[in-house]
């Protein structure tokens, strides 16, 4: 074996051990966990990891592709050395392709040079590209995601912005420019703000009763920046706003990683829109909060006195009880004594006169018969 072929089967040999299968097993597993995590956080404020798995998703796709890019560039290289991309040696050129130059005929052709392929273009994130389906657009755009969006709560003002305009495609950019972990981030902050507008809307908080009313007066309009949207999504968002279980749907009918998220920011816009309302700022949002906490802190501590007081009341009626046992207790001891002492008396008392009586019965106590005369 020559230096180039041992070479070009150590080149293949790298190419194959690059992890492709893993990484494709470990994206398939990233892909149930944010499936499963997607449902738990329906019931929930709390983002529970969803940005922090979305990020990783991403990552793992970038290495997929980086992975494929090295795989290319290596098998052009052992193409470039003069091995097929087996690692076997390449056809060698014919003979009178291999003549000395000055037995070349004088009129000979130049050497055809073979144009390098062009680049990969980099291919769309996965996010702008369900963003640019959910909203009827056409390729998601390639470019880096906008750092400067880096908190959900942003990226809503500008979603709630755009929605107030109606402009699809200035939605669709705002909503693809974000990072995938930000997007996401939607699922958790829209939730608690769609509730308290769906009770503004229907003037108290909403109930199963209240289901097809929402759906009247918010269908068409999301809609209407949503063409792309499987319509359980909306079903699914609305009952959870009314406080219902979710319809049932088949396996094959799970929703995008991204549909939940996107529904949610477009249906907080379309809801202050028809309310004529601005999105509270975080302070606003945290107000509530902060408020329900102070009240949950005052109520624990009220129940924590009152825990305390019923405590002492308890202990305070068991020292009485057991008081009350002792003088009990006292209180027999001291008829047992008295008793005691009217039994030694009885034994030691002299006997009376008279007939003795029964058997067994002190002299002093036997009767005394009278004759009838007196």
Known sequence: MSIVEDLGAQVRAAVDDLPLGQLAQALERFGLAAERLRWVRQESADPMGVPELSSAIEHAETAGYALRVAQEQLSAYLAAIGLAPDGAPAARPAPEQRRPRHDAPGAAPPVAVTPEPPADAPAPRWWAARVAELTGGGTAPADRPDGTVADPGELLRR????????????????????????????????????????????????????????????????????????????????????????????????????????????????????????????????????????????????????????????????????????????????????????????????????????????????????????
């Open 159 to 374: 979603v709630v912005r755009e929605v107030r305009s109606g402009d699809r495609d200035r939605l669709r950019a705002e909503l693809g420019r974000a990072h995938a972990d930000v997007g996401l981030g939607l699922a958790a902050v829209a939730p608690p703000l769609l509730r308290e507008l769906a009770g503004e809307l229907v003037g108290h908080p909403p109930r199963a009763e209240d289901l097809p009313r929402l759906r009247r007066e918010l269908d068409g309009r999301v809609r209407d920046l949503l063409p792309g949207l499987p319509a359980p999504v909306l079903d699914t968002l609305l009952t959870r706003i009314c406080r219902m279980p979710p319809p049932r749907r088949g396996d094959g009918e799970q929703p995008h990683a991204a549909d939940p998220a996107v529904t949610a920011g477009v249906l907080a816009g379309v809801l202050l829109d028809r309310l004529g309302r601005e999105l509270p700022t975080a302070d606003e949002r945290e107000r509530p909060a902060e408020d329900a906490r102070a009240d949950g802190a005052e109520a624990d501590d009220r129940r924590r006195a009152a825990g305390e007081r019923a405590r002492a009341a308890d202990a305070e009626w068991e020292r009485r009880a057991a008081a009350a046992r002792e003088q009990a207790a006292a209180a027999r001891a001291r008829v047992a004594a008295a008793q005691q002492r009217a039994a030694d008396v009885r034994r030691t008392a002299p006997p009376t006169a008279g007939r003795p009586g029964p058997a067994g019965t002190p002299a002093w106590r036997t009767p005394i018969r009278r004759d009838v005369d007196g």
